[in-house]
């Protein structure tokens, strides 16, 4: 399953219906079918690019709201799924557009919110070859002079699924009660609390890393945007991800 979902993800991204619309327009020998798939492939990018939709869907029907935590509560752990950093050329970890999870969940163990960090990811990638996101982010929260005690990394997950597993069996290990906090990208917020609720973890969600539906109306949001255009192959990734995590028995 991991590497199928793997080969197949493409599928789920817009820019391949479009390619695929206009390819079947080029060698279309019916002229007529040909004017209709140009159209419709023009339509498609349209739909897709528009900022107005994304955010709508975004803000009303998915992505979780800010959360707004009691200050006085205090948790256990705060859990940050990774994927907020990439591999570098040479075997090294980087900084990518999703680290404000690494900020986010970094904050709310510097302010005592969460007595606890946990760092969840191993390498996702179908050829592997020794790097693994904890490990390189826990150099980095070495930076921050966080003592060994309150770090705790989970290496080998490859996906959302075994983030839930995996981190679940640390928690135990380490005795530390729930609730626990969960950081990921508002987009990735409502599978994740779906796969982590079947696993059997009690998480309040803590979205950040928010890629649409947080700005204002204008009339640039009927423009065409090729941020939009890309932002919805993420979406449309997370609304399979869900079905496929909600049909799944853990």
Partial sequence: MFILSKVLLFLLFP?????????????????????????????????????????????????????KLDKNTKYSCVIVLGGFSSEK?????????????????????????????????????????????GNWVYTQLKQFNLPDSSILIENKSRNTIEN?????????????????????????????????KKAGLETVPYPCNYIAGFGKFTVYSFWPSTETFNAWGYYNKELVGYVVAWMRKF
């Fill in 15 to 67: 820019i391949t219906w479009v390619f695929a619309i206009f390819v079947l327009a080029i060698f279309s020998k019916n002229q007529r079918r040909k004017q209709r798939l140009i159209i419709a492939g023009v339509v498609v990018f349209y739909i897709f690019s528009m900022p107005f939709l994304l955010d709508n869907f975004a803000r009303n029907v998915w992505d979780y709201p800010l959360a």
């Fill in 89 to 133: 050329a040479d075997s090294t970890g980087m900084f990518n557009g999703a680290s404000d999870r690494f900020i986010q969940g970094l904050k709310l163990h510097a302010t005592g919110q969460a007595s606890h960090i946990l760092i969840t990811s191993g390498n996702g990638t179908l050829d592997p070859d020794g790097f693994s996101e």
């Fill in 164 to 196: 839930a597993v995996f981190t679940k069996k640390l928690l135990l290990e380490k005795h530390l009660s729930p609730p626990y906090l969960l950081v990921t990208s508002a987009f990735h917020m409502r599978r994740s609390m779906l796969i982590f």
